[in-house]
């Protein structure tokens, strides 16, 4: 399932609602609606961060005009989700049996093994 895209600032948690990209040869940061999908060389921006933007002296900003309209889920994560749902209600699971050996622990990726002096 495809989880919600978040601002790409620092320290931001808010949900993207535009895509930041860069015109270098024409000195021009872009800032537009939200990309259909997340580019390596592209920023995904809440409104704030799409509105407050500037860029370096010399650059200019095109920003798009009008309001930016979050995302609606599609019909992909709604399935998705129901999937997941349906999945994880089955009584038919089987539990996974973990391949460590008798006397070990387990702690997350770690592994505690006995001392073997004691015995």
Known sequence: MRSVRRCSRTGCANPA???LTYAYA???AVVGPLATYSEPHSYDLCEEHALRLT????WEVVRHQGEFAAPEPSVDDLTALAEAVREAGRADVTPVVSDVPIGTHRRGHLRVLPD???D
């Open 17 to 19: 609602v535009a895509t």
């Open 116 to 118: 073997p002096h004691e």
């Open 55 to 58: 860029a370096p002296r010399g």
């Open 26 to 28: 024409d000195s021009t």
